[in-house]
């Protein structure tokens, strides 16, 4: 499999031979490099025992192959192999020996390609390109990002996946902003050629502007990613992201368009909606999502979720909705507070006397965030039931604690004077 890295041209440069002299190459820039090369002559005796050694190696004889390769390079006097023709031999041997898994003494060969003179430029490009691959793959990053340099300033044309290649160098190396502007260079070159840039390449670029903190730059490249390549994971992001810079209406928008396409599936995920939703004063959706959501088995009917749907119906004004629900948690929980909350529902639907029994379980019980609201409330649902010495007793209560005192007295004062005004009726 690891074969497939390597291009085909790198072999076939090898038996094909290559002219004497090759054209100036030019740098990433454009530049043309100054000198030409002239290469010697790859003779005909040589390329037959090359070409012999290639067809043991597409056999997969790889001792057969290593040992013509070792008598070809091992050859003197007037039989001895030019510089060229070395390279040749050194390349084809490096290729065994990566075949074989060889890696180190591989690219250890790979470089006696590169070290003979006057090889073509081209193959001492390859060849370069070859090491920094093999580097890469034993995660010796420092090494293949000098012999990629290297190979930039070599190349004739600089294409997307070499630049690809550098920015995940870079980013091993965490050079983050060396990654992003050389990601960003193959997104541009892919993209100036009307092609749409790789999900992996526009997810780098995405990780790297959220690294640096450009959390704009990073919302603009996960739009991209959601337009050519929508997926659940990028709604998450974009939609925290969106959190991040306090946008909770755009936050909102990337997860319903989640939903609504029913990648949501999560506890958290859909409670998280509802709570935005909650939060943008559309508890109705809010309550619609949970219920669904707890039919469909994705939310658990949970103490906690109950709860949360019962505010959500409650918030919508389903008054009816939110008893049915909360009628079916509070008694099965040891939370005073779920009793106090049914209370309330119960107050806000004008049932008092089902209210006041709701209050007085809940305060029977651990667990109530606020007693003196609770008797408050609780005074009030007597007071509306005209149990008014039940509901002083409620206020004297809930005014001693300092925060309900003010309200208390208020109670207090307005239930003298109604029961003033009834004795003064009657």
Do not use: C
């Amino acid at each position: 499999m690891k074969k497939n890295l390597f291009s085909t041209v790198l072999l076939t440069a090898v038996l094909a031979g290559l002219s004497a002299t090759e054209a100036p190459a030019q740098t990433a820039t454009g530049q043309s490099e100054e000198k030409t090369r002239k290469t010697p002559a790859l003779t005909s005796k040589v390329y037959e025992k090359l070409s012999s050694a290639q067809k043991a190696v597409d056999e997969e004889s790889f001792a057969s192959a290593l040992s013509a390769l070792n008598a070809l390079a091992g050859q003197t006097g007037k039989r001895a192999l030019n510089s060229y023709e070395l390279a040749n031999v050194f390349n084809l041997k490096a290729f065994v020996l990566f075949s074989q898994d060889k890696l180190s003494e591989s690219v250890k060969i790979y470089r006696k390609v590169i070290a003979q003179p006057d090889i073509p430029l081209a193959l001492e490009q390859n060849t370069r390109f070859t090491i920094s691959q093999i580097l890469m793959m034993q995660e010796q990053w420092q090494p293949a990002l000098q012999e990629l340099n290297k190979w930039f300033k070599l190349a004739t044309t600089v294409g997307s996946n070499a630049f690809v290649m550098r920015a995940q160098v870079h980013y091993q190396l965490q050079n983050h902003d060396r990654a992003l502007r050389d990601i960003n260079k193959a997104i541009s070159l892919y993209e100036n050629k009307g092609k749409v840039a790789k999900e992996q390449w526009l997810s780098l670029a995405r990780f790297l502007y959220h690294k640096k903190g450009n959390l704009k730059a990073a919302v603009t490249t996960l739009n991209k990613l959601l337009i050519h390549y929508p997926k659940k994971m990028y709604w998450l992001q974009l939609a925290y992201l969106h959190s991040e810079l306090g946008q909770e209406k755009k936050q909102l928008s990337a997860l319903e368009s989640a939903y609504i396409q029913g990648l949501l599936d999560k506890e958290k995920e859909l409670t998280n909606l509802a709570y935005l939703y909650l939060n943008a004063s559309t508890p109705h959706k809010a309550a619609v999502l949970l219920e669904k959501a707890i039919n469909n088995k994705h939310l658990k009917p949970s103490t906690r979720n109950l709860e949360l749907l019962a505010n959500a119906w409650r918030q919508a004004q389903e008054l009816d909705k939110a008893v049915d629900v909360m009628e079916k948690v509070a008694p099965v929980s040891d939370k005073g507070e779920l009793w106090i909350q049914l209370g309330n529902i119960y107050f806000d639907s004008e049932h008092y006397d089902k209210a006041i029994q709701a209050f007085k379980s809940g305060l029977a019980k651990e667990g109530v965030r606020r007693t003196d609201l609770a008797q408050m409330s609780l005074g009030m649902a007597q007071f509306n039931q005209k149990e008014y010495q039940a509901a002083r007793r409620s206020f004297l209560l809930a005014k001693k604690d300092k925060r309900s005192t003010s309200t208390a007295k208020k109670w207090l004062t307005h239930l003298k004077k109604t029961e003033q005004r009834e004795a003064a009726l009657q």
